[in-house]
């Protein structure tokens, strides 16, 4: 893949194998299949929905909820990995003539990597720097 991509996307691409996975991933959080403690496995349970009455209704998708992740990425019940300030609201601030500027500290209070990623509704209104980055 390394030769299909431009430069500077190899710079901020971290490739990993089978053996050097366990530099970015603690064993706890690390498949089982590739060497970690994690047993988690994906089972698929039809959902219930309800209808305009409130009973409830086979669909689709979705995970069983059991010992698996909690869907906002991490694991059932473990410890927070990341503060971000402001937690709600951002407030921009005039900074010349129609610049506004906020700033969002995105701070990492775990030992392991943290990769995250900042998304616009308006990408060409809102200017992100940087909007991907590994703390």
């Known amino acids: 893949i390394k030769s299909l991509l431009p430069a500077p996307a190899v710079a901020r691409i ?32 039809l959902e219930k929905k ?3 009455e409130g009973k409830a209704h086979e669909g ?4 069983d909820g059991h010992g698996g992740h909690d869907g906002n990425g991490g694991h059932d ?11 709600k609201t ?17 701070q990492n209070v775990s030992s392991l990597f943290l990769a995250f990623k900042v998304k616009s509704t308006c990408p060409s209104l809102f200017l992100v720097r940087p909007h991907t980055a590994m703390v």
């Open 60 to 63: 689709h998708g979705g995970n």
């Open 50 to 52: 309800a209808d305009n």
């Open 14 to 45: 971290k490739f990993v194998s089978k053996s050097s996975i366990d530099q970015l991933v603690s064993p706890d959080n690390l498949l089982a299949e590739w060497g970690g403690l994690d047993t988690w496995q994906y089972h698929w349970v």
């Open 90 to 106: 951002v407030i921009f601030s005039s900074t010349g003539y129609n610049n506004l500027k906020a700033d969002i500290l995105i």
């Open 77 to 87: 019940g473990q410890a927070e990995c990341v503060k971000i300030s402001p937690e």
